[in-house]
């Protein structure tokens, strides 16, 4: 890991306005951007153009490497399908105005009748299919997160997804709070299923069994946690990657300080993991 592919996800500062938000990731140092996308529209919402968003970017040196908001419907009515995936269409046009090619994304899942009636994983590739030729113009990709979802519950299974779909701006997203949540195991990262990752979040875990554990409140500090993390980026890199490393927190303790403040604390716990 280098310390040109760090990230951060804007939800680690999830109280804090977008302003605010950037100027404390320009001060502690990261240079790339994953945004909730959230934050974003409700900028715009106020009579702010994506242009807008791009040039504040630009003049604090920040660049955005992508986002998330929603996920893919794979199962709802006919109705709620669509208007699902129009919504993931908006955001995609909206990370490639704002110069971002990764869009994280989970899933729903099937009820009983639908898990009968065929293979819920063939059907969830081919929405996948079909959402990621609709946003291919855009350049952006969507990034299957494993655990966001009632049914996905496994690297395996994601990257099934992502082969089945046969779309090659449909991958994964690997996280460790997830990795720690599910049966998902080191060996299982591996020169199959690492050309599916095409990015990263970083983060540790407090001392649970994963069976116990909650994948977002109970996320520590890189280096805070019981998480062997070299060895899992070691071995995701051993396998080729070399894309972004964000990291995600979900802490009411970082929420509450000033972004500034909590930037400076989770760049400095993170840069600890690069080489260079």
């Not at 404390?24 to 951007?33: D, M, P, R, W």
Request: hydrophobic share 35%; with cysteine; net charge positive.
């Amino acid at each position: 890991m280098k310390i040109e592919q760090l990230a951060i996800n804007s939800v680690s500062n999830l109280p804090h306005g977008l302003e605010a938000n950037l100027d404390a990731y320009a001060a502690a140092g990261f240079k790339n951007v994953e945004f909730y996308l959230k934050h974003v529209w409700d900028y715009i919402k106020k009579g702010h153009s994506p242009k807008d968003v791009r040039a504040m970017l630009d003049a604090r040196g920040l660049k955005c490497i992508g986002g998330f908001e929603t996920i893919v419907k794979c199962f709802a009515p006919d109705d709620v399908r669509r208007k699902n995936h129009a919504t993931v269409r908006q955001n995609a046009e909206l990370l490639k105005e704002l110069g971002g090619s990764i869009l994280v994304v989970g899933t729903d899942g099937p009820n009983p009748a639908q898990r009968k009636a065929g293979d819920p994983i063939k059907a969830m590739a081919q929405a996948f299919n079909d959402v990621a030729r609709s946003i291919e113009r855009t350049g952006v990709t969507l990034c299957i997160e494993f655990n966001w979802s009632p049914y996905v519950k496994s690297l395996r299974t994601a990257c099934e997804i992502a082969r089945l779909s046969r779309r090659k701006n449909v991958g994964v997203l690997f996280d460790p709070a997830h990795y720690h949540c599910t049966p998902t195991k080191m060996e299982h990262i591996d020169g199959a299923s690492v050309p599916f990752i095409r990015y990263v979040h970083v983060n540790d875990m407090r001392n649970k069994p994963g069976e116990l554990s909650d994948c977002n409140a109970d996320r520590a500090l890189p280096g805070k946690g019981c998480l062997p993390l070299r060895e899992l980026f070691g071995r995701i890199e051993q396998h080729g990657y070399r894309g972004y490393f964000s990291i995600e927190m979900f802490d009411q303790e970082l929420w509450n300080m000033p972004p500034m403040k909590s930037a400076r604390i989770m760049y400095d716990s993170v840069v600890q993991l690069c080489s260079s």
